[in-house]
């Protein structure tokens, strides 16, 4: 798994038959994502975070897509001047709006403190203004996004440029440039197949 803020990106994504899938679609769908991702929340607020104590709704599903969607729009600015994923290139918010919605995201969480136990390394930790388990779970992605953002690994995120891809990665290698072997290789065989079909083309034309 990787930070929260690109597991929620990552819930758009092919859908194996040539379109998109939207791991946010549904209520239930959304409820599943915030189960799974429970630890990760965790990870950014300093303390387990009870996902048990969310009752998913539409409008909890709403509040996450907007903030996916305001995620999205900064991690195809940072993959500038590539292309974005073409999953939702039609749809990005203006950067200034995303960053406006991904720091009211981040606001939810309240203040960060430092904790530095005895026996420890000293740590950052959240100290929320709300309780709230949805401003918590919000704000919890917001500060993911924002700490990924400015932080080291945004120098690493690419968008896979596979033809039925729509996936962000982080490059793991100057010389990677897709999301995963697979992509490669079935862009590969795409490439191939169009430059046969051009000569192809060309030939009857002679």
């Not at 709403?62 to 729009?73: C, D, T």
């Not at 929320?128 to 932080?151: K, N, T, W």
């Not at 065989?189 to 079909?197: A, I, L």
Request: aromatic residues 6%; contains cysteine; glycine residues 8%.
């Amino acid at each position: 798994m990787g930070p929260l803020a690109f597991e929620i990106a990552a819930t758009i994504r092919h859908d194996g038959q040539g379109g998109v899938a939207d791991g946010l679609a549904t209520v239930e769908l959304a409820e599943a994502w915030v189960q799974a991702n429970a630890s990760l929340v965790g990870e950014v607020l300093g303390r387990s975070f009870d996902a048990s104590l969310l009752v998913v709704d539409d409008g909890v599903r709403e509040q996450l897509v907007g903030v996916r969607r305001a995620v999205r729009s900064l991690f195809a600015r940072a993959v500038s001047p590539a292309l974005p994923s073409k999953a939702d290139a039609s749809r990005l918010l203006d950067p200034a709006a995303a960053l406006r919605r991904l720091n009211e995201a981040a606001d939810k969480l309240g203040t960060a403190h430092l904790d530095w136990p005895e026996e420890g390394e000293p740590v950052t930790r959240w100290s929320p203004e709300s309780s709230d388990p949805l401003d918590l779970l919000v704000g919890a992605i917001g500060r993911s996004g924002i700490d990924f953002l400015a932080g080291p690994e945004r120098l690493r995120l690419r968008a896979c440029p596979a033809a039925r891809c729509v996936k962000y990665f982080l490059q793991d290698d100057p010389r990677q440039t897709w999301c995963s072997p697979s992509c490669g290789n079935r862009e590969r065989v795409n490439r191939h197949y169009q430059r046969k079909h051009a000569g192809q083309a060309l030939a009857s034309d002679l």
